[in-house]
């Protein structure tokens, strides 16, 4: 299998082709850095991205919440988190960086409030 | 009338301003005063609460209040005042005095010995670009429904087509998605993304939500809610072509059909205009036409990352401190700074030649996307500066750095020419 | 419910019909299918008061036009509106035109509007600097003016209001009950109202309303008219309305200061089945592009900040009427009423209670009519000293909501809460400007939901553009 994957390391944006089977990398091809060449290759075997979305805080109905996941999640528990998200409510006050939701969805990533409430 | 003075004041609290602030501060500015009309600092990044800031300056991918988090937090290390809810009605570049409105204490006078400029931008809006059709509910532009959805906790719609496929239009694709909203198409007038390519992968790509370049909407139904846009390819001087038009049902048009900088005070403060960038024409320190008057962020170009606006607006910040202390650098005269081949504008749009020589940075944008190009900056017969890109792209700032010891004309030209 | 009159439309001329009417001590209704006074016309024209020099001479329409202009000085004083007499050129750019022009000038003096001056070339430049400098020569007529006519339908609804009149809105009027050749009651989406009278001053919808009680010898075709509106920065400005030498097919497309320092250039005539249809199309615009800058060639319609659409309520067979009937009392109808609505709508108002008065009306003048009527404080038109004093009598006024227009909450909250106040996005922006600059409501738009919202303890998918139905948004997200 064959896959065209855009990088998104950096805004350079390189065009990398990666080709294997079964999660094995077999060639990555057209990256501008190594950076780029570990970016596609895990992007090929097991996507992953940052999530980012917001919470419900109590007694507040103007203003939410701003979280993210401390680190990227599988690509394809996004939405299984986000419906998590969704039924979570938080007692002000919260710092940065406090956890909101701890091992969401069994990934064992945290997802962390990103400002001050 | 409430008075207040101080060494440096800033208008406006967003990225631009705090990183000027901070750095003015730490410059050795005495009492720095930022003016913010928005009941917290952080600005724009604080609806931004998606990740991708960062990436340059601290080398780890951040969201918007957490990147604004660490300016703030700076700034009360370093002890820079601000006026929350305070909106400035004046500036008077020559005297250096704004005037803000403000609740709590009414109208507000700022003594300041030397100002910064930090608005920001606004966004084009449908009207802007002249979309005939009807003028229901459900027509945003994408950072007003991201103000919305992410600040207000308000959902705007259901099912939603996308104009332009600039950065907060892709990045609104993928939240409004998140959201169990349904994003029918995000149509792009150009053949090229107007914004980032991270963003195409992650907001667009991810979600399959399909991309028409070299499309654009031809008009808007519906009387009350929006029901329905048409879409067409456009022929290549970008007029639709009618009979391949088509209807979409939707009931939400979100439009990111690019940036203005906001410069109603600065134009009437007399603050010299380039009518190419739309903001203040400056120098390497962010010198407006008005001396003591300094602009940075989005306010005098549209920056397309944040910590390229962090970078400039602490070069304002420090020279603003600079001149509020007497000890500015002594300037000689101009040289203009000219866009060549490919190059759309350059910012600074002049650099001022001084007892102090400089490694400047050049911000630029070309005109058309290319690959293996060559950017090299010429004064008179020889290059003083050149650097090799894989690809350039309208889309995505460049940049390259002169050393100002070596300009011996009135002019500099920056060149994109492809090979090498 | 039970009055004496109903006023089926609180456009202009229905709220100048209610205001004279209030004048007296007879009990009015105002009903209107809309969320908002304002009516449809009313609010998507050119806004201009007109002098009626080109009118017919002799017909209805002169009369009433004529006899209106001189009225606005004094109105706009004492109901707040904002109204300038700024006049307005007529240049000849061609020998056909130019020869024109005599014929023009006699039609004014005909229509008794006496004070039409020539112009040479050379001194319209003058008053005009970006006229097409081809100019030839022309008409200045100096009483033709501008206003802001949200304000001005505003104001008159408000002042009857104040001398007792109702309105009901949201009323679509659904049948007319008529008994023994008199009008018996008004039927309404929102109820039944026993009347005296009923006015018909429904404009587009005219010809159906009179189709309930018969007397549906004329039919409305809507006229389409587009618009842009530019920048108060825009470049290329005129002081005075530039209008065009009209042809015989049409009376061409005008540009003209706004009362708040926009520029209006339009508008076109197209006549259209719809009556519902104000969708601005890439012809209609590209015409008026094309035709303005035979008048002002370097006018930057780049700057545009919105483009709009009104629809005139033409009627077929033309001209103004005022109808009553032998065999039905009580009824009055209006038609034709058309481009020059705006401007007739306050002699229209004399004029219907004159003739109801002649038909026997038996209306007695009210010893305590309250005359006049304050508007909503500007504060961006407010010196230094004055926002201050504002601001320290009320806090809100230190915060600014709309950021172009410069508009505080303060004012937005006076737009809710006045009598006949705001009740949607689009009604705050007619009574105060928030969403009508540079940005159209980019900035203020998610504030003005969340203060309606607010105001009026609501959901924020309650909060409507406009009529039922334009909800802003959907929901909470969380």
Not at chain 3, 39 to 54: E, L, V
Not at chain 3, 145 to 163: G, H, K, R, T, W
Request: net charge neutral; charged share 25%.
């Amino acid at each position: 299998m064959e896959k065209l994957i855009i990088c998104t390391v950096c805004p350079r944006g390189c065009r990398i082709t990666v080709s294997g089977d079964n999660g094995v990398v077999n060639s990555v091809e057209g990256y501008g850095c190594i950076r780029g060449k570990t970016y596609a290759s895990n992007e090929f075997i097991s996507p992953v991205r940052i999530l980012t979305t917001t919470v419900k805080v109590e007694g507040l109905d103007n203003e939410l919440l701003p979280v993210r996941s401390a680190k990227p999640l599988p690509k394809d528990k996004i939405f299984d988190c986000i419906d998590v998200i969704k039924g979570v409510t938080v007692k002000a006050p919260i710092n940065r960086y406090d956890v909101i939701v701890k091992d969401i969805c069994g990934t064992g990533i945290d997802m962390v409030a990103t400002k001050n409430i | 009338m409430y008075n207040i003075n101080c060494d440096v004041a800033i208008v406006g609290g967003g990225p631009a301003g705090l990183a000027a602030a901070v750095s003015a501060k730490q410059e050795g500015a005495n009492k720095v005063l930022i003016i913010e009309r928005d009941n917290a600092l952080g600005g724009i990044l604080q609806q931004c609460i998606h990740p991708g800031f960062g990436l340059t300056r601290f080398n780890e991918e951040l969201t918007g209040p957490e990147y604004y988090g660490r300016f703030v937090d700076k700034a009360n290390e370093v002890g820079v005042d601000y006026l929350l809810n305070s909106m400035v009605l004046q500036v008077n570049g020559e005297d250096k005095t704004i005037i803000c409105a403000n609740s709590e204490y009414g109208l507000t006078l700022v003594n300041a010995k030397s100002i910064i400029l930090a608005m920001g931008c606004r966004e084009r809006t449908r009207a802007n670009i002249v979309i005939p059709g009807t003028r229901p509910a459900g027509l945003y532009t994408a950072g007003s429904a991201q103000r919305l959805i992410n600040r207000q906790n308000i959902m705007v719609g259901k099912k939603v087509v996308i104009l332009g496929s600039g950065d907060i239009g892709m990045i609104m694709a993928r939240r409004m998605s998140l959201e169990g909203a349904k994003v029918v198409m995000v149509v792009e007038l150009m053949d090229y993304l107007a914004g980032l390519t991270r963003n195409r992968v992650q907001c667009l790509d991810d979600f399959g939500i399909p991309l028409k370049l070299a499309h654009t909407i031809t008009r808007i139904e519906g009387n009350t809610r929006v029901t329905g846009v048409y879409v067409a390819p456009v022929d290549e001087n970008k007029k639709p072509i009618l009979s391949q038009e088509e209807f979409v049902e939707c009931d939400t048009v979100l439009f990111s059909v690019g940036l203005i900088p906001e410069n109603e005070l600065s134009s009437k403060a007399g603050v010299l205009i380039n009518k190419v960038t739309n903001g203040p024409s400056v120098d390497q320190y962010m010198q407006t036409s008005i001396s003591g008057v300094f602009a940075c962020g989005n306010v005098v170009h549209v920056n397309d990352l944040v910590d390229n606006v962090s970078a400039e607006s602490e070069q304002a910040g420090k020279y603003a401190a600079r001149y509020a202390m007497g000890n500015f650098p002594k300037t000689t005269g101009d040289v203009c700074c000219q866009t060549g081949k490919n190059v759309r504008y350059l910012c600074p749009h002049k650099l001022a030649l001084s007892n102090e020589y400089d490694k400047v940075t050049l911000y630029f944008r070309v005109l058309s996307p290319k690959q293996n190009v060559t950017l090299t900056v010429r004064c008179g017969d020889n290059i003083i500066a050149k650097k090799k890109e894989l690809r350039v792209s309208p889309g995505e700032m460049n940049s390259i750095k002169v050393d100002t010891s070596l300009i011996t004309d009135d002019s500099i030209t920056v060149d994109v020419i492809e090979g090498d | 419910m039970k009055t004496d009159v109903v006023i089926i439309g609180a456009g202009a001329v229905g709220c100048a019909v209610a205001r004279e009417l209030s004048k007296y001590q007879v009990n009015v209704i105002v009903v209107d299918k809309n969320e908002d006074i304002g009516g449809d016309a009313s609010k998507s024209n050119s806004a201009i008061i007109h002098t009626g020099y080109d009118a017919t001479p002799g017909t209805l329409e002169s009369q009433l036009v004529v006899s209106a202009n001189p009225m606005y000085d004094e109105l706009c004083k004492s109901l707040d509106v904002p109204f300038k007499r700024v006049g307005a050129i007529l240049p000849a750019f061609t020998d056909e035109q130019f020869n024109k022009l005599p014929e023009i000038k006699a039609k004014a003096f005909k229509n008794h509007v006496y004070d039409v001056e020539y112009k040479t070339g050379a001194e319209l430049l003058k008053m005009e600097p970006n006229l097409n400098p081809e100019v030839k020569g022309g008409l200045y007529i100096p009483r033709e003016s501008i206003i802001d006519p949200f304000i001005l339908v505003q104001a008159l609804a408000e002042n009857a209001y104040a001398n007792g009149v109702q309105f009901l809105l949201n009323a679509k009027v659904t049948d007319i009950k008529t008994k023994d050749g008199k009008i018996k009651s008004v039927v309404t989406e929102r109820g039944e109202i026993e009347t005296t009278y009923v006015i018909n001053c429904a404009a587009l919808y005219c010809d159906e309303i009179a189709k309930m009680v018969g007397k549906d010898e004329y039919k409305v075709v809507a006229r389409k008219g587009q618009f842009y509106i530019l920048d108060k920065n825009t470049s290329c400005k005129v002081e005075r309305i530039v209008l065009p030498i009209p042809t015989k097919i049409t009376k061409g497309k005008l540009m003209c200061p706004t009362i708040h320092g926009n520029m209006l250039v339009g508008p076109t005539a197209e006549d259209q089945e719809s009556k519902v249809d104000k969708s601005t199309t890439a012809d209609g615009l590209d015409s008026i592009a094309k035709d303005v800058k035979n008048l002002v060639p370097n006018v930057n319609l780049r700057d545009t900040i919105t483009q709009y659409c009104g629809l005139r309520p033409n009627r077929n067979p033309e001209g103004l009427h005022f109808d009553m009937y032998d065999d039905l009392f009580g009824y009055v109808n209006l038609s034709g009423v058309c481009s020059t609505g705006l401007t007739l709508s306050v002699a229209m108002g004399k004029y219907v209670v004159q003739q109801l008065l002649f038909s026997g009306a038996n209306f007695i003048l009210k010893e305590n009519f309250i005359s006049t009527r304050k508007g909503i404080v500007k504060f961006s038109e407010q010196s230094l000293s004055v926002q201050e004093e504002l601001i320290k009598q009320n806090p809100l006024y230190g915060n600014i909501i709309c950021r172009c227009e410069t508009i505080t909450e303060a004012e937005i909250l006076d737009a809710i809460h006045r009598p006949l106040g705001a009740k949607s996005v689009d009604a705050i922006k007619r009574r105060v400007r928030a969403g009508m600059g540079r940005c159209q409501g980019g900035f203020c738009g998610p504030k003005v939901i969340e203060i309606l919202a607010r105001e009026l303890n609501i959901k924020p998918e309650e909060v409507n553009k406009n009529n039922l139905g334009s909800h802003m948004v959907t929901g909470r997200t969380r």
